[in-house]
Every structure is written in structure tokens, then in C-alpha cells.
Nanobody
Framework: QVQLVESGGGFVQAGGSLRLSCAAS????????MGWYRQAPGKKRELVAR???????NYTNAVKGRFTISRDDAWKTLSLQMNSLKPEDTAVYYC?????????????WGQGTQVTVSS
């Protein structure tokens, strides 16, 4: 099993920066990809950024050029550097890990961390 714990959320003014971290533990060697998702009140949970073991990175258009996703080689830490934050970035941000074990696929979600951006 894998456990995920997010940290780094908080309050920031528009134009400011935050860095989110996700600490993974357990069978992290089975992880294939990890990503950051967010959900604002009244909206669907959406992909923010995702990175695979093959080095493929995807960002939602809304954050391209402002956010940067990264990880360490062992999948112990997933980070999201958020610059030039906008009020519309306000949401609960979740860390997700996808892994494969015994030919079965598993998805693990973190508890989430609140990011609030004021104008």
C-alpha cells in the first residue's frame, strides 16, 4: 500500500507563490505516475499536473507557464511549484499516485491541502 500526505497549502495574495509537497510512503517502488488535482467548491475535480515514470509531464492549460511539477527518482516526494497565483487557483489540492502491483492497478489519494489566493 501507499500513503500520501500533502503539505504546503495556505493563504497567499494574487501574484504570490506557494510550493506544495506530497510525501509518499509504503510500496512507492510500484508507482507509475503521480499528479496534482484540485477541486474548488461547486466544480469538478480537475487535473493540474501529472508526471510519469517515463518523464512525461502534462499540465492543464490554466497553469501552463506558472506551475511546475517535479519528483525525486524514488517517488518519495512530489512537488508543485506555483507561481503567479490567481484567485481562480483557489481550491483543495490533492496528490494522487497510480501504481501497479501483481498486474493490478491501484490509485491512492492524499487528504488534500487548501490553497487560497486573494485578490
Amino acid at each position: 500500500q501507499v500513503q500520501l500526505v500533502e503539505s504546503g497549502g495556505g493563504f497567499v495574495q494574487a501574484g504570490g507563490s506557494l510550493r506544495l509537497s506530497c510525501a509518499a510512503s509504503g510500496k512507492i517502488f510500484t508507482i507509475n505516475a503521480m499528479g496534482w488535482y484540485r477541486q474548488a467548491p461547486g466544480k469538478k475535480r480537475e487535473l493540474v499536473a501529472r508526471i510519469t515514470g517515463d518523464g512525461i509531464i502534462n499540465y492543464t492549460n490554466a497553469v501552463k507557464g506558472r506551475f511546475t511539477i517535479s519528483r525525486d527518482d524514488a517517488w518519495k516526494t512530489l512537488s508543485l511549484q506555483m507561481n503567479s497565483l490567481k484567485p481562480e487557483d483557489t481550491a483543495v489540492y490533492y496528490c494522487k499516485a497510480d501504481r501497479t502491483e501483481a498486474w493490478a492497478r491501484f490509485t491512492t489519494w492524499g487528504q488534500g491541502t487548501q490553497v487560497t489566493v486573494s485578490s
